[in-house]
């Protein structure tokens, strides 16, 4: 389900449209309902009709009395609007719940499809306010509108009640409650502003977090940093946060007060003004005045509902800007499939990241990667190894240049079956606890057991019993994935930084002779130039360009 919206009602109506439908339908029904019950009261208590006036006290029974009838029906429409107001209460509160699981799995889902570049671009803190500051902000903001729905009926029926009482008092009502609920608008204009400034206060705070946790063995060894990284990057957000949030509801509830007042300005104006510009007898007056009153509980619903709509929209905004911003990766249908190959091609690829700051680019990179064939990728630091790894696995898509399978260009019609041929390994790699697949027990033993990581490990009904082991031992845990994934393209980026030198000897002499025997494309990032000698073509890096290529087993290296 596509959940780009438009506007706050857009969350219920892509949902739950009948229940939607149906809730407001029946807040509808609950604000006349109410504003029924007005002429009622009028009727029951107007001088002529009064229960003194007919019947003595002593023989006074519910039954015989004049006003038994309407006193049915009022109790009558008391009980349906308990039941209506519920029932619909009940319902919004059921989309509500429901509108806020359907746009976080719709949020997880667009996460999966941004491009990695993009991914990478927006960071953990602000995708995690998004899940969970924005969309619970946003539900909360709509739940508000069958409240106000009813609030709102409730309101205009008993204005109309006004005009078949005076229609000259209604028109100067509604003169008095237009002027006050514009005056309203500019404090509710001025909070949202505030609103919008603390949420990007929660999003520093969120990073901060970040640093709080990933960076806890740093701060523990440097206290003084620590309480420097505490002050300036918690304490000063969350406080410059708090100050805007505070400022925006401290307006905000000014407004709700004077909100819940203006009823009672209207009523004073009516009684000290109104007499003296028209005509009015006290029983009209009466009326008049019990209606207005009567306002006061719906005007004040609605006004303090704009609050919360309030903090919705800022939140409706943070949520749009992520939609329009960050479109997903344009993956056509898939329709043609990788045909038989033997190596990837690299033609004149270049890769700008798409930061402003940055300046680092890869340059017109040219190469062939063969299938049984190790290749080391290697250079100096921030020479654009990495880089160019992610243009081999395709997480990033080149700027200018083309990539081959074969002689298939990829692009956004095979990118997703080109991307299944590959299985990388990288710096910053995440090892999940499930094993996906069907594999057999002994095939992921004898892998255990070659990673020596048998008696450390084990796997039940397909998930590894524990994740927390040393550095080293997770990557291999990460190879073990990659093992039984069984691709034909192997990717590795530093995998062997934090290997013992024992283990490193089996991974470059053992492990990677075994893939290129098995017919698999081996890509090898490394900085150890003593197993250098296991390659077939080294590819040497220097400042975003390819300086050189050579092939150790075969021959001389493509001219690009
Ligand atoms: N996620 C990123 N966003 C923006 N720029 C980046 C990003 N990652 C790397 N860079 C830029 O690309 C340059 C090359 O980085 P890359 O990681 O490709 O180098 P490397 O050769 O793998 O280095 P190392 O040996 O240190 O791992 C960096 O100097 C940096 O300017």
Redesign the pocket.
Known sequence: MNMELKNISDLFWRVSPNLFFASIVLGIITGLSYATLIPFILYATASDKSVNNQLSVENYNFFNSPTSEMGWVFVLICIGIVAIKSTSTILSMYIAERASVVHRISLYKRINALPY?NL??IGQAKLINLLNVDIPALTVAAANLPVIWISLVTVLGTLAYLIYLNSQVFFFVIACLFISVVCYQLPIFIGLKFFSKSREYYDQVQLGVKGLIYGAKELKLNHQRAEQYIEEELFEPEKSGLSADVKGKSIIIFAQVYGEMISFLVIGAVIFHLPYLYSITTTELFGIVLALLYLTGPVGIILNAMGELQQGKVALKKIKTFYQELTEEDLAEQKQSIQQWDRLKLHQVSYH???RT???A?NNVCFELKKSQITFIV????????????LISMHYLPSSGAVYIGDQQIDKHNIRQARSLISAIY?DFFVFEKIYGEHQQNKIQSYLEKLELADKVSVVNHRLDTTALSDGQRKRLALLALLLDDKPICLF??WAADQDPRFKKIFYQDILPMLKSSGKMVIV?S?DDRYFDCADQIII?EQ?SVRDIKQLTQKPALAC
């Open positions: 570049a990478e671009r990241y798409p930061t940055n300046q680092f890869l250079g100096g630091n921030g020479s654009g190894k990495s880089t160019l790894s992610k710096t980026d530093e990032i900085h890096m975003g």
